[in-house]
C-alpha cells in the first residue's frame, strides 16, 4: 500500500482511482473503506493536522489519530457517534457541515468543520466513506462566547426536593441552538416549568432565546398565573418583533408539589406526556397561538394529576420530527414507544434523558439530529 497521499496502487474493489486533484484543495480530505481504515490523507490533511500520511494511511482514524470529539467533548469514535460511519450505513452525505474537534498530532484540539459522504461504486454500493474538513480557528472564538452565555441563561440551580426528581437533557444543532428552557422554584412548594422553540436554528434563533430569558426575568412576578404569564410574553415577543416575522413555541408547567397538581398553558408546542406507573401514556390540553404571533392571543389553562411514581415529559419537535430510512416520521407516538422501551429496562421504570436521546439517533436516518433537541423531566416521587 502506497503512504504518500495517493490511493493504493491496487483500487479498491476495483472501483477507485488515485484521485491525485484532492491534493490540490486547501480543505484537508481523507478516504477510508468500509472499517473506517484510512487508504487516503490529502496534503491539506497533513498541513491542519500535522500527520503525515505516512503516520495515517493503513490506519483508522480512532487510532489514537484524529480522536474526533463533538463540542460537548463527547468521543465520536464509536459506531452510533461517528458521523463517517454513519455516512457509510445510512448511505446518506451530511446535509451541512458539523463542528467537530480533532486532535493534531501536537495533541492539541483544533475545531474543524466536517462534511462527509459515502462513497459508491458504479453498481450503487457503499464501497467507503470521505471526510473533508476545514480548519475553523479563527472562526470559534466568538461563536464559543456566544454558546457560554447561552449555557449561562439555560443553567437552573435547584434546591433538593424529596418529593421530586427533575432531569434535563439540552443539545443544539450547532454551537448554540434555538431551543430554550426554564426551570425555578417558586416557593416552597411551586415549580415553574418552560421548554420553547424559536423559529430558525444557530446564532438568530439563539438570540431570539436571550430575549426568552429576559422576558422570564422582567416577569417573573407573573409566573403563578400561568395564562396571564403567557399572555403578557405573547405581547411582549410580538412588540419585539414586529413584521419580521419571528416567533417561538412554547410550553408553560406550574406544578404543586404538595399534591401532584399540574397547570399547563400550550402556545403552538407539543403536549407534553405524562408517563404514568403502569406506563400508560396521556397528552395535556390544546395547543394554542404561538408566542409572538398575534399580539391578542388569549390562553388557557388545562389542569393535569400527578401521582407518584408518574412522570412528565416536556420536549420540542427535535425528539418527533425525525425520519428513519423509509421516511417515517416517529412523531409524538414514537416518541412515547422509545421512552417505554427504555423505561422498562429498569428496575423503578424510570426515564434516562440521554439515553432516550441516544434512541432517537438511533431511529434516524441521519448523520445527526437535523433540529435542536431539548427534553425535560420530571417525576413525582411523593
Known sequence: MKTNGTFPAQPLNGSLTEPQLLNSLADGVYITDLDRKIIFWNHAAERITGWTAAEVVGRTCRDNLLCH???????????????????????????????VFAQCKSQRRMPVEVSVAPLMNAAGETIGGIEVFRDLRHDLHDLLRAKSIQEQSLASHLPSDKRLEVQTYYQPRSIVGGDFFRIEQLNAHR???????????????????????????????????????????????????????????ATFVLYDATCGHLRCVRAGHPSPVILRGDLKAESIG??????????DAQYTEFHAQLAP?????????????????EDNQLDQA????????????????????????????????????????TLVKFRRLL
Open 309 to 325: 411514581g408518574d412522570t412528565l415529559l416536556m420536549f420540542t419537535d427535535g425528539a418527533t420530527e425525525i425520519f428513519d430510512v
Open 69 to 99: 470529539v463533538d463540542k460537548d467533548g463527547n468521543c465520536l469514535c464509536g459506531q452510533d457517534t461517528c458521523p463517517l460511519h454513519r455516512s457509510i450505513v445510512t448511505h446518506q452525505p451530511s446535509t451541512e457541515p458539523l463542528l
Open 286 to 295: 390544546q395547543s394554542q397561538s404561538a408566542l409572538g404571533m398575534w399580539p
Open 191 to 249: 415549580y415553574a416549568f418552560l421548554v420553547a422553540d424559536a423559529i430558525g436554528h444557530g446564532i438568530a434563533a439563539a438570540l431570539y432565546t436571550m430575549q426568552l430569558r429576559m422576558l422570564w426575568d422582567d416577569h417573573r412576578d407573573k409566573l403563578a398565573t400561568p395564562a396571564y404569564f403567557m399572555r403578557t410574553i405573547n405581547q411582549r415577543l410580538h412588540a419585539l418583533v414586529q413584521d419580521a416575522g419571528f416567533f417561538a413555541t
Open 334 to 373: 414514537g416518541l412515547v414507544r422509545l421512552a417505554h422501551e427504555q423505561m422498562m429496562l429498569t428496575e423503578n421504570h424510570e426515564l434516562n434523558l440521554p439515553k432516550l436521546a441516544e434512541k432517537l439517533l438511533e431511529y434516524s436516518n441521519q448523520i445527526h439530529l437535523t433540529d435542536d433537541l
